[in-house]
Every structure is written in C-alpha cells, then in structure tokens.
C-alpha cells in the first residue's frame, strides 16, 4: 500500500511560482503514473496534470498549460508540479495520486495524498 504526502503549498501573490512535491512511501510508486488534481472551494475535483511512469508521456488540462510542468524523480519516489505564473483562479486544494496497475492510459487513480493548499491573491 503506497502512502502519498503532499508538500510545498502556500500563499502568493498572482504572478508568482510554487513547487508541489508528493512523496511516496510503500510499493513499488517508481513503477506508478502521477497525477495532480484540485479542488476549489465548492467545485467539484479537478484533473490538473499527469504523468507516465517513465516520464516520457505527459498530459495538462487546458488551463495550466504553457504555465505548470509535472515532473517525477523515480531514485526518490517523488512526484513535483511546478506552477508558474499564477492566477487567483488556480486557488484550490491540490491533490497528488499515482495509479499502480501500470497499464498506461487512461489512468485509474488508486492512491491519493492528504491535500496541499494553495492560494493565489494579492
């Protein structure tokens, strides 16, 4: 059973950058996709990012593209978004999570970390 944690969330103002880093304990996570979703305040869960276990495949939803990369490091069983230029839309509670069948798309998300907040304002 993999364990995900979430870190590096905060407050910035619009315009600025932030690293999310997801840390995973438990199984064999070098093998697992990552994802990243969020979560507004009284919207539902959001996909933001994805990527496959070797790195080489990624994916964005709309919105965050040209702005965010995801990006993994295997030899430490973590996962990182990289969020520049920020908007006070992106405000939301982020979320990491891996899939761990190892099938490629479409992912199913089986893990999933505690939440990260984030908050975008001047």
């Known amino acids: 059973q993999a364990q995900l944690v979430e870190s590096g969330g905060g407050w910035v103002q619009p315009g600025a950058s932030l690293r999310l880093s997801c840390a995973a304990s438990?199984?064999?996570?070098?093998?697992?996709?990552w994802g990243w979703f969020r979560q507004a305040p009284g919207k539902e869960r959001e996909f933001v990012a994805s990527?496959?276990?070797?790195?080489?495949?990624?994916e964005y939803t709309e919105s965050v593209k040209g702005r965010f990369t995801i990006s993994r490091n295997n030899a430490n069983n973590t996962a990182f978004l990289q969020m520049d230029t920020l908007k006070p839309e992106d405000t939301a509670v982020y979320y990491c999570?891996?899939?761990?069948?190892?099938?490629?798309?479409?992912?199913?998300?089986?893990?999933w970390g505690q939440g990260t907040q984030v908050t975008v304002s001047s």
């Open positions: 999570a891996a899939d761990s069948r190892g099938l490629g798309l479409p992912y199913e998300w089986d893990y």
């Open positions: 438990g199984g064999t996570v070098s093998a697992y996709a």
């Open positions: 990527i496959s276990w070797s790195g080489a495949s990624t």
